[in-house]
């Protein structure tokens, strides 16, 4: 494995030049290049990060519901990050369950603001349930039980044991433990601990997409295949041997990567990469493991498949 610092020099000094070559590996991959289609009636929607929202027979999930970025100085400062409801209500479709990978502000900030508008039910972690608890929704929330199916109308969803990547200095997991704190008003972005992690493998219209939000994985948790996989990259440097292990794991069809967005930008403003998140990098490592491994990405709000909404 690489040192995960070796591109963070160049990235530094050339910050232009990475994001050129990241954005034109981005779009000659992407979904509208053709060669990758979806079972006729499903549609599937990417809002950056780790947030999707797929769609089949009248029932709509989200994953991970985050759209109310913030500049990184903004989030940095020890103040609660607040969630936009308007925004949420413009950008992010109605939907009838909720799945949480993890508890970082990047994937359940804007959680309490789809619950209270959807009255929908959660599925995740303690941590979860506790967010959903401070906004007086706790009857929402659902902890997953590993391994156990979920009949979410035509879909099944299954709950697989994970860890996130180590990303401060490839030593511990940052706000790692259990989200703990008793009031919204100390909701700073250091608040939102990580707590339990999941991949999350998801059954509908013949096909079974796998889900995983964060660079690192219990290899014997994986258990089945899948056909497409929904794959994080963002701080995949910091475990070793990753994309070999994950794809030899899950042996997918397809790979769709996301969560490798800059998401201290407006969602709607052009996409940025994440600092040395390395996306032809990405490509690249898939290739070792499977030179023949579709590949296809999509740019924030693009949907394929059967429109949602």
Not at 173 to 201: D, F, I, K, N
Request: with cysteine.
């Amino acid at each position: 494995m690489a040192s995960p610092y070796s591109d963070v020099l160049p990235f530094l000094l050339r910050p232009g030049a990475r994001q050129a070559n990241d954005r034109s590996a981005a779009r000659d991959c992407n979904w509208s290049s053709g060669g990758a289609t979806l079972p006729p009636g499903l549609g599937l929607q990417w809002f950056g990060t780790a947030c999707f929202a797929i769609a089949y027979e009248g029932t709509t999930i989200l994953t991970d519901p985050f759209v109310s970025r913030r500049p990184i100085a903004e989030v940095l400062r020890a103040k609660p990050l607040p969630s936009d409801a308007a925004l949420v209500e413009r950008l992010l479709p109605r939907c009838d369950a909720v799945l949480v990978g993890h508890a970082h502000f990047d994937h359940i900030l804007d959680l309490p603001a789809v619950v209270r508008r959807d009255r929908c039910t959660v599925y995740g972690s303690k941590s979860a349930q506790h967010l959903l608890g401070l906004f007086g929704l706790a009857e929402h929330g659902v902890i997953a039980t590993p391994h156990e199916p979920i009949e979410i109308g035509p879909f099944k969803v299954t709950f697989v044991p994970s860890v996130h990547s180590k990303l401060l200095g490839g030593l511990a997991v940052p706000q790692g433990g259990e989200l703990t704190c008793e009031h919204t008003e100390s909701l700073t972005q250091s608040a939102y601990r990580c707590g339990q992690v999941w991949g999350m493998r998801i059954e509908v219209a013949g096909i079974t997409l796998y889900h995983q939000g964060s660079c690192d994985l219990l290899d014997e948790e994986i258990r089945e295949p899948c056909d497409v996989f929904l794959c994080g990259i963002a701080g995949r440097s910091f475990t070793k041997d990753y994309v070999a292990r994950i794809i030899g794991r899950l042996k997918p069809s397809l790979v769709i990567p996301h969560h490798h967005d800059n998401f201290f930008l407006p969602l709607e403003q052009e996409m940025g990469f994440s600092l040395n998140v390395n996306f032809g990098g990405f490509l690249q490592e898939l290739r070792d493991v499977d030179p023949d491994l579709p590949v296809r990405s999509l740019e924030p709000m693009q949907c394929i498949g059967e429109p949602i909404g």
